[in-house]
């Protein structure tokens, strides 16, 4: 594995820095508690299971709020189980989605085992591949900040491999109640009245 | 005799367009299926239905909770075999959130099946969803197509369900593999 540069809870506090009212749908495991370690936030959905679906979770959202900023946060396993969803996402290339991908070439919840981003894949260049054209691969400080400063404003879908290190934070986890944090999102984004239809 | 008798002169998938249509549907995911072929177009030309082709039935669950989630309400079109491909979707995020789930589900493996490795997931289809706690209701008949997606439609979205509707093989005719 190589070394790389940035740490993911830096990352991660850069990336949603000036958040505002983006909508926020995590991976499992490791990018769950990079976005709960900035904080509760009713805006963020916390995916605890389904592996696999994080960027079709955000597709829906995104289609259905298209004033919205929506940015899933995921890692490169959980990507690389729905890795089909990338093509589905080109078709319908939501304008206001960026799917970044925190990429330690690990499956961190289950004992470091070695991904297939470790060994060959690439996954900004299968996205590409896909049909999203604005793909990218970041390893540096001045890559990263480029694309914190523009991912609120990007009117254009957007997929961003974040090669991270393999230094982890204190481990911050968010409410698990599965209907609770949806009937909490529901609210926050759409009103009290959404929960009354 | 006509293989598919009970293929009567109703147009059961224009009876679940306007069911959808009445009920504000906004999301379409599918995977394209010879069962669905009608509603599909009906669907497709409709501008007001947002269709999201699917590599795999699964990113349905996904998708159709990020809907919910963003104020809008969906269904998912797939074929009985998919059901397969489904399951921890179905339960890790439909049921652990109680999202709310319109699944129509044409079958195959059953009524004058042509082809045997479409045989075990046709026969499995309803005791699976059933092990995941989703209702399910089968449809024999065109008749009753429209009430039954209505009334599920009510089920998933009033009350927080998740639900199938199977349309039998008898229902939709079996594939007859010709030109």
């Known amino acids: 594995m190589q070394n790389y540069l940035l740490n993911r809870r830096y990352v991660v506090s850069q990336l949603l ?3 505002k009212n983006s909508l926020i749908i995590n991976g499992l495991g490791g990018t769950c508690w990079d976005v709960a370690s900035l904080g509760d936030n009713e805006l963020n959905f916390y995916v605890w299971g389904g592996m696999g679906n994080s960027c079709m979770i955000g597709l829906g959202l995104a289609l259905s709020q298209p004033k919205r900023k929506v940015i899933v946060i995921t890692g490169d396993g959980e990507m690389l189980m729905g890795i089909g969803s990338l093509a589905t ?14 990429d330690n070439e690990l499956y961190g919840e289950t004992g470091k085992q070695k991904t297939h981003t470790g060994h060959c894949a ?16 970041i390893k540096t400080n001045d890559q990263l900040l480029f694309l914190s400063s523009n991912i609120n404003l990007i009117k254009e879908l957007t997929f961003s491999q974040i090669k991270i290190n393999n ?3 204190p481990l911050v986890l968010p409410i698990r109640e599965g209907a609770y944090i949806k009937t909490r999102f529901r609210k ?6 959404a929960l009354l239809e | 005799m006509n293989e598919n008798t009970l293929k009567i002169n109703l147009n059961w998938p224009l009876k679940i367009y306007e069911v959808l249509k009445e009920n504000n549907i906004r999301q379409i995911a599918y995977v394209p299926d010879s069962g669905h072929k009608s509603l599909i177009q009906y669907c497709q030309n409709d501008t007001n239905m947002n269709m999201v ?44 959130c109680n999202f709310p789930l319109l699944m129509l589900v044409t079958m195959r493996g059953e009524w004058n099946e042509f082809n045997p490795w479409q045989v075990p997931m046709g026969k499995a289809t309803e005791k699976v969803l059933s092990a995941l706690d989703i209702n399910v209701v089968r449809c024999e008949t065109a008749d009753e197509v429209q009430d039954t997606v209505y009334a599920m439609m009510g089920l998933a979205y009033k009350s927080n369900s998740a639900t199938a509707v199977l349309l039998s093989q008898r229902l939709i005719g079996s594939k007859t593999f010709k030109e």
Do not use: H
């Open chain 1, 122 to 137: 690439d996954l900004s260049a299968i996205a590409i591949g896909a049909g999203i054209k604005n793909s990218s691969i």
């Open chain 1, 17 to 19: 820095k000036d958040r």
């Open chain 1, 89 to 102: 996402i080109a078709v319908k290339q939501p304008k206001n989605l960026s799917i970044v991908v925190f």
């Open chain 1, 167 to 169: 230094e982890e934070g």
């Open chain 1, 188 to 193: 926050a984004v759409l009103g009290e009245t």
């Open chain 2, 53 to 96: 082709s699917l590599t795999t039935e699964e990113e349905g669950m996904g998708l159709l909770a990020g809907a919910w989630l963003g104020g809008e309400k969906g269904v998912l079109l797939m074929q009985s075999s998919g059901v397969g491909n489904c399951i921890n979707a179905l339960a890790s995020l439909t049921r652990a």
